[in-house]
């Protein structure tokens, strides 16, 4: 779970090309474009056909890879440093990718470093627990010792934390830990071994809540300050400079961004009061009366409740940064909108152009001064499990960050 712990043995073990990637091997000339932190590999090597177990319980073996385009990572299901953050970085980069149009030529995978805890099952569980989209795998011991000598990733069994660590999958304490280098590795088609990143993920602070949660102080600390960082969007700009492709400006734009359908994918298998919030995403219902037996109904989750208008442009300026903060934490805070001094046509068209994972209710801000006292649009309301109000955020949130921090003080502390 150590980050970056081999940077110097993978620097000395491969033979490199760092800054010069005009030619891809065989001649082929690569799409000139400003390229990530990748390793390129200047003398390829074909990966041996490999022995794994995917997360059904089934043989797996290199040679499926064979064909398409591979982005593969270290994992740790019950690491509480780094994985977490790798798994979310792979999360949206694997969004893209589907977004672009690539979902058949490329396949994201994470491969795990701890074959003890990583039994197929738990895998399965990891995979609901945080909604990612991409390929788990697993292995005996001895197949996982083969799997990442080959492409000289570290990793050992060390004593436990004292005091250790919950496991989030058996609630039980952890009897070990595993320490291990942090990589991204890039395979072609063909089985190549071609790029390498050593070092952490970096999603600029942002993680989905039910990642987040699994990290420790450390990890937290990891969140906000990589060792030798990637991006998702520079990760991105390694595949595509792999394929000889131009990189979309509007994929590099919105590789971070969830769209409504990726929203409504990591939002699955949300608690039922909450799930029924998402089913309603961007509809608007009925007034005040209606809004207070939602929020009767919610007793027991935090709720974030921002108040709106389509005519008002900082309400409007700060949607997309309320559309992925409520998709990050929407699986253990309730978001509602309440839309004031409003057409009801023109509300609706505003959410149609605008889709946000929750609905808005129509009502007006006398009639939301009985929650709080209303001073002007927009307002965001944190009201406690036990229905009393939190805070009182008066303007627009101008960034992510700004609003993740209010959710996790007035609203996940609680």
């Known amino acids: 779970m150590l980050g970056a712990l081999t940077a110097a043995i993978m620097l000395i073990a491969v033979t490199i090309l760092t800054a010069k990637r005009g030619a891809q091997a065989g001649g082929a000339t690569a799409v000139p474009a400003p390229l990530a932190v990748g390793t390129a590999l200047q003398q390829l090597r074909t990966v041996p056909n490999l022995h794994l177990i995917d997360e059904q319980g089934r043989p797996f073996s290199v040679e499926d890879w064979r064909g398409k385009w591979v982005i593969l990572a270290p994992d740790d299901t019950a690491c509480n440093e780094v994985c977490p953050i790798t798994t979310g970085a792979l999360m949206q980069l694997s969004s893209q990718i589907r ?39 697993t292995g005996t011991p001895a197949e996982i010792h083969s799997f990442w000598k080959y492409f000289g990733v ?15 999958y ?5 009897t070990f830990n595993v320490e291990h280098s942090d990589n991204l590795i890039f395979l072609d088609p063909a089985g190549h071994e071609r790029i390498v990143n050593e070092g952490m993920a970096d999603v600029g602070g942002r993680l989905e809540a039910s990642l987040r949660k699994l990290l420790s102080n450390v990890g937290l600390h990891n969140l906000s300050h990589p060792d030798l960082p990637w991006t998702p969007t520079q990760a991105l700009e390694d595949l595509y400079w792999l394929m000889g492709r131009e990189v979309p400006a509007s994929s590099l734009a919105k590789v971070s961004t969830p769209s409504a359908t990726d929203a409504k994918r990591v939002l699955s298998g949300s608690p039922a009061a909450l799930g029924a919030l998402h089913d309603q995403a ?15 109904g919610l007793r027991g989750y935090p709720v974030v409740l921002n108040v709106w208008a389509s005519w008002c442009p900082p309400c409007r300026a700060e949607f997309p940064v309320l559309a992925a903060v409520s998709t990050l934490y929407g ?21 149609a152009k605008h889709p946000i994972s929750y609905p808005s209710y129509q009502t007006s801000s006398a009639a939301l001064d009985a929650i709080a006292p209303m001073e002007g649009t927009p307002t965001t309301l944190f009201i406690a499990s036990t229905g009393k109000l939190a805070y009182e955020h008066i303007g627009p949130y101008e960034s992510e960050a700004s609003l993740e921090d209010d959710v996790a003080r007035h609203a996940l502390a609680r």
């Open 99 to 137: 977004a672009d149009g690539l979902s058949g030529q490329v396949v994201v995978a994470e491969v795990t470093v701890d074959p003890w805890h990583d039994s197929p099952a738990r895998l399965r569980a990891y995979r609901r627990l945080t909604g990612l989209d991409f390929q788990l795998l």
């Open 154 to 168: 570290y990793y050992k069994r060390v004593p436990e934390a004292n005091p250790p660590a919950n496991d989030w």
């Open 170 to 174: 058996t609630h039980e304490p952890e």
């Open 282 to 296: 961007s509809r608007l219902l009925g007034g005040f009366g209606d809004l207070q037996q939602r929020l009767r």
């Open 331 to 351: 699986r253990q805070v309730a978001f509602l909108g309440a839309d004031t001094e409003d057409t009801a046509s023109d509300a609706a068209a505003f959410l």
